[in-house]
C-alpha cells in the first residue's frame, strides 16, 4: 500500500470513529446520571485515542514519501488500540 492510500483509509476511519464517538454521545444525553457518567468516561478516552491516531496520520502526512513506512507501524497499533476500545464501548453501551 503506498502513503497515498494509507493516509485515504485512515481519514476514512478517523471520520468513522469520530461519527461513532458523536452517537455515543447523543445515547449518554439519554442515559441515566449513573450511566451518563460511565459514557462520559469512555467517551473521553476513545477521543484521547482518537487524537493519538490523529497525530499518527500527522506524522504520515508530513513524512517523506521513503520516511513514512518508519510511522506505520505506530499508526497501525494506534489503529487496533483504538479498533478494541470502539469495539469495547458498542459492546458496553450500544
Known amino acids: ?9 485512515l481519514q476514512a476511519q478517523l471520520d468513522q470513529w469520530k461519527a461513532e ?21 469512555q467517551i473521553k478516552e476513545l477521543r484521547e485515542q482518537r487524537s493519538e491516531m490523529e497525530a499518527q496520520y500527522d506524522k504520515i502526512q508530513a513524512a517523506s514519501a521513503e520516511a513514512w513506512k518508519d510511522f506505520k507501524t505506530g499508526a497501525d497499533q494506534a489503529w487496533d488500540n483504538m479498533s478494541n476500545a470502539m469495539k469495547s464501548a458498542w459492546s458496553r453501551f450500544g
Open 1 to 9: 500500500m503506498d502513503k497515498e492510500t494509507y493516509q485515504q483509509k
Open 21 to 41: 464517538i458523536d452517537k455515543l454521545q447523543a445515547q449518554s444525553r439519554e442515559a441515566s446520571a449513573d450511566m451518563q457518567a460511565k459514557y462520559q468516561k
